[in-house]
């Protein structure tokens, strides 16, 4: 099962969930429950500015592999509440408002793990998710977690590094569903000035092995980017620079702003279906 990106290279945006910036009137949140409909307004915007895929992004305590901009927001979006249970509402109102978009959870393993893989399993499905993405879940302990994708059909994708031997890139493309996501530098993530080299090289070794989309992410923040990694990749994946006009914005102003954003991403490039 492959994720169609309508337009090339596709463009996957990350948002983390429950994250609205610094809204001095959100503050008082925590003790009233978490309200995800800023983050609904922003990733219905993203769809619609020309996101193919949305990646909704648990927040988590002890984000290991992102950057201080992710960290920020994990940090507000924990404080005014959000829980893994909010986010799958969440993902349920935007596949009920945006049948045809593209739409991952994307965390880490811990949430899952005090949630019940089994029951978050079935509580993805029954929102309408595409696919899941595990940051720290790594392909040779993943056998439990591939066989609760399996039986709900939902879509498994793994992260692949430019440091991962061919036997673990063969791996990971064999489990992969839905697209693979390439890391486009090791590190954590954040804007970079320049598409690293590793990159194109990462990409053309996954190929070997499978047939499935490759999205390239971290460090892609401005067209620049996205225009690089459409010359070697499928689709760009766009994080910490989303997160972080989010963080500059105003909750009115921020599902604007990342439309505006997202447009300015693609240079004139041919619809097509890949």
């Known amino acids: 099962m492959a994720i169609l990106f309508q337009q090339h290279p596709g463009l996957v945006v990350y948002l983390t969930a429950g994250d609205t910036g610094l809204s001095p009137r959100l503050t008082h949140a925590a003790a009233e429950g978490a309200d995800l409909s800023a983050t609904r307004d922003i990733a219905l915007a993203a769809i619609d500015a020309g996101a193919d895929v949305i990646e909704l992004g648990v927040p988590f305590s002890d984000p290991l592999a992102d950057g201080p901009v992710i960290q920020r927001a994990s940090e507000r979006a924990l404080a005014r509440g959000t829980r893994l249970k909010d ?16 739409l991952v959870i994307f965390s880490y393993l811990n949430p899952i793990l005090r949630f019940g893989l089994s029951r978050f399993a079935d509580a993805a499905a029954d929102a309408g998710a595409d696919g899941v993405l595990l940051t720290d879940m790594i392909v040779e302990e993943a056998g439990e977690y591939l066989a609760e994708m399996k039986r709900v059909n ?8 430019p440091t991962s031997p061919d036997e673990r890139l063969k791996a990971i493309a064999e489990h992969s569903q839905g697209f693979v996501y390439a890391i486009s530098r090791t590190g954590i993530t954040g804007k970079q000035q320049s598409v690293a080299a590793d990159a194109a090289a990462l990409v053309e070794r996954i190929r070997r092995w499978t047939r ?14 996205v225009t ?9 994946v766009i994080g910490s620079a989303i ?10 102003d921020a599902p604007g702003a990342v439309a505006r ?3 300015g991403l693609r240079q004139p490039y041919p619809v097509q279906a890949l």
Do not use: Y
């Not at 690089?228 to 760009?236: P, Q, R, T, W």
């Open 87 to 102: 986010v799958l509402a969440l993902a349920k109102e935007l596949r009920a408002a945006r049948p045809h978009a593209g």
């Open 212 to 225: 499935l989309p490759v999205a390239v992410g971290f460090g892609i923040s401005n067209a620049d980017h």
């Open 154 to 161: 939902l879509a498994p994708i793994f992260l692949a590094a």
């Open 261 to 263: 954003f997202i447009k």
């Open 243 to 252: 997160v972080e006009l989010i963080e500059r914005s105003t909750e009115e």
């Open 228 to 236: 690089k990694v459409g010359e070697f990749a499928d689709a760009a």
